[in-house]
């Protein structure tokens, strides 16, 4: 498995980005492959070749944004005892905090403030669960809530996710108001911030829940979900505002380093169905009563229910334990924040 981890680097290396950028421009107009042809920029071969490889190859790429200086294994040195990353082309040392179980550094990528630390992490074996539990995801109330059918508990996760966003969008409404766009791209990113903490947080949890009962994860395939027209303003609303796919991508990558199965099941009626009796009850906001059997509950802890118990969607509908990037890893595969080290990269932007 693939994961990476990003460190501060504290060097100004503003001069070699520079160089970098106009070395992947020349790469973009001359398809060249030759670290020859832009020595005359000055940039080491060994990061040179890198960015050659990269914009050279890509004909699809027309404009130049920003680059990273890429540095390759056979550029890096490691020591474990010391906990310290060498890399000789930049004369940069990097101290690290993350698990040092890592099989090999693959790369590492340079931008203005960080060190991007891709590793290959060793896997573990796969549980086989003795139960399932189901994960019913909230674009309001709880973002999570977890339910165990054998026992019947219920973990409600992430109350104050709703408080989160109500607070931001009243700011950046009077922000939006008053034009002061810079403050409200800052207000925005601290947001952001704060909601990757709760989703890691909320993903964690889960897992360790999964792990304490000896269970496997079920969550809905919710793949087109924002396309349906037939949702309320205020759920459209905090399906976009809330980072939805990103909880999905954290739980994913979790239960697969702790070695939980993870699958997906159908969403149709988990909402509306009886968790008791299967019949299709009345959902009022959170609220769920079945006039069949005459079952009262949470509306999501129904929902949860309801996953725990269906079949799992088979391959090409869903995946039996994650989804094709955490399965596979990937180098964009994010890792929980560690002190003076933070997992990098978040999945796609809703």
């Known amino acids: 498995m ?24 020349f790469a973009v107009k001359t398809h060249t492959l030759s670290s020859k042809d832009v020595k005359q920029f000055g940039l080491k071969s060994i990061i040179a070749n890198q960015i050659l490889r990269k914009y050279s190859r890509n004909k699809q790429i027309k404009k130049v944004k920003s680059v990273k200086l890429t540095v390759p294994n ?18 940069l ?18 931008d203005e403030c960080y060190a991007y630390v891709s590793v290959n992490i ?15 995801r909230n674009a309001t109330g709880h973002i999570a809530v977890v339910a165990d059918p054998q026992t019947g508990k219920i973990w409600k996760l992430g109350k104050k996710a709703e408080h989160i966003h109500n607070k931001y969008k009243a700011i950046r409404k009077k922000l939006q108001k008053k034009k002061k766009y810079k403050l409200l791209k800052k207000i925005k990113d601290r947001e952001s911030r704060i909601v990757r903490d709760l989703n890691h947080k909320v993903s964690k949890k889960i897992v360790e829940i999964a792990q304490g009962e000896n269970a496997g994860i079920k969550l809905e395939k919710l793949n087109g979900i924002r396309s349906n027209k037939k949702h ?17 991508f954290f739980i994913q990558y979790k239960a697969k380093m702790n070695g939980i199965p993870l699958t997906y099941v159908d969403p149709r009626y988990t909402s509306k169905e ?12 959170k609220s769920f009563e079945c006039p069949r059997c005459g079952h ?10 309801n996953i725990a118990v269906r079949p799992p969607l088979m391959e090409g509908t869903g995946r039996l334990h994650a989804d094709s990037d955490a399965c596979k890893g990937s180098t964009d595969t994010p890792e929980e924040a560690t002190p003076g080290t933070t997992g990098t990269l978040e999945p796609p932007k809703l």
Not at 94 to 104: G, H, I, P, Q, S
Not at 125 to 135: A, Y
């Open 74 to 91: 056979q550029g890096i040195k490691v020591d474990k005892e010391k906990r310290e990353i060498y890399i000789p082309s930049l004369k």
């Open 274 to 285: 009886c968790s008791r009796c299967g019949y299709i009850g009345i959902r009022e906001d």
């Open 232 to 248: 309320t303003k205020p759920f459209k609303y905090g399906l976009n505002s809330w980072s939805f796919y990103q909880l999905e």
């Open 296 to 305: 009262v509950d949470h509306a999501d802890a129904n929902a949860s229910f």
């Open 2 to 25: 693939i994961l990476t981890f990003k460190i501060k680097h504290g060097r100004d290396f503003s001069a070699e980005l520079k160089k970098a950028k106009q070395i992947a421009e």
């Open 93 to 110: 040392t990097l101290t690290y905090m993350f698990r040092n179980d890592f099989e090999k550094i693959n790369q590492i990528e340079i």
């Open 122 to 136: 060793p896997e573990k074996k796969m549980i086989e669960p003795k139960k399932w539990i189901g994960i019913d």
